[in-house]
C-alpha cells in the first residue's frame, strides 16, 4: 500500500463532514470518493471539500468495484455494519469504522474474524483514547504515580439536545442510544485508562418521562475490574438542566487523580492530607477533533507499516462493546453478569476475552 492511502469516505452526516475535513487535512491520506444515500450530503461534499460528482456513490459496492479503496472510513449509522464490513474486506480494503462497530456482539465477532480471514486491518474510531487528558491519565496510572487506582466514580450528567443540527439524529430512535452512543465511550476509557478489564457488571438502564429519546437515556452501573478496582458509573442525556456535570475521580494508595470536564482540566491530589488538588497542565485539544486526527494518523501509520491489527483494534473494541452489552443484559433480568461466562454464551473466542 503506497502513501497517500486512497481512502473511501462512507457516510457523510453530522458525523461524517467531520471526517471529511480530517482527511482533507491528512497528508497520509488521499479522499478517492464518498458515500451517502442523500443526495445533499454528496451535494455538501462537492461544494465543501471540492469533491467531483464522478467519485460521488448513493451506495457502497458501486463506490467499491469504481473506485477500489486502500481503506475505507465508515461514518454510517451502526444498524448495517455486517454488510458493509463484509463488502469492504471482500474489496480487499481495510476498515477503520465509527464505535460502536454494530449494535450486537455477535455481529460484530463475525465482522473481526472476517478481517482476520481476509488479512485486512480493522480499527474502531474511539477516539476518545486520544484526548490529552486521557493519555496523561493512563502515564500516571502505568507508572504507579499515586500508587495503584482502588476505586473511581465516573459521572456524566448531561441534557443533550438530539434535535440540533450538528448532531445525528438517529439517537433519538435507536436501540439503547446512551450506552451504545456515549457509555460505551466512557467504558473504552475507563478500561483503557486504567490498563484493565471488566470482570463483573451490574447495571440498570431507565428514561425519564420527559425523555426526547426514545429508548433509555440514562445509565448506571457498577464495574469491577481487573486488580481489584471498583467503578461507580452515572451517565445520563436526560439532566434537567444545561447545567453538565462531568467528574472522574480516582483514588489510589498515595492520592487521587481528577477530571472535572469532558475532555480537559486534569487535577492531582498526592497523598491522603491533600486538601487540594493541583491542575496537571495539557495542550490544547478541539473537542472530538484533535483527538480523531490523532487516531487516524495513528492508524494510518500502523497500515502502511503493515500491521494487520491496528489499534485501536476490532479484538480489543469486542472487550468494550461486550461490557456495553453485558450492561443491557444486567439492566433486562436485574442480575449481575460475570465477563468470561456472558463471553462464552455469546461466542466470542477467548483469545479476545
Known sequence: ????????????????????????????????GYVDALPANLEWAQAQVGAAPEVCFAGLDGALRALAPDVVVLATPPMDRVREAMAIFESGAHLLSEKPLTMDLTEAVRIVEAAEAAGRGLAVGVNFRYQHCVT?????????????????????WRNRDGQLPRLNKYPLVMHQPMLYEQTIHHVDEI????????????????????????????????????????????????????????????????????????FSDLRIARGPDATAAEPIPLPPQEQLVDDARLMLTHVLRQLLGGSRRPEPSGADHLRTLGVIAACEESSRTGRRIEMPAFYAERGVPERWW
Open 191 to 262: 478500561r483503557f485508562v486504567y490498563d484493565a478489564q471488566v470482570e463483573r457488571v451490574w447495571c440498570r438502564c431507565h428514561n425519564p418521562p420527559w425523555s426526547m429519546y426514545r429508548d433509555d437515556a440514562t445509565v448506571v452501573a457498577i464495574l469491577e475490574l481487573t486488580g481489584d478496582l471498583l467503578v461507580n458509573y452515572f451517565g445520563t442525556w436526560a439532566a434537567q438542566t444545561q447545567m453538565t456535570q462531568f467528574l472522574w475521580r480516582t483514588d489510589c494508595e498515595r492520592g487521587a487523580l481528577f477530571q472535572h470536564e469532558m
Open 1 to 32: 500500500m503506497d502513501q497517500p492511502v486512497r481512502t473511501l469516505l462512507v457516510g457523510v452526516g453530522a458525523r461524517g463532514k467531520t471526517w471529511a475535513r480530517l482527511l482533507h487535512d491528512e497528508p497520509l491520506a488521499r479522499v478517492v
Open 136 to 156: 496523561r491519565a493512563r502515564e500516571i496510572f502505568r507508572t504507579r504515580e499515586i500508587g495503584a487506582p482502588s476505586f473511581a466514580r465516573y459521572i456524566y
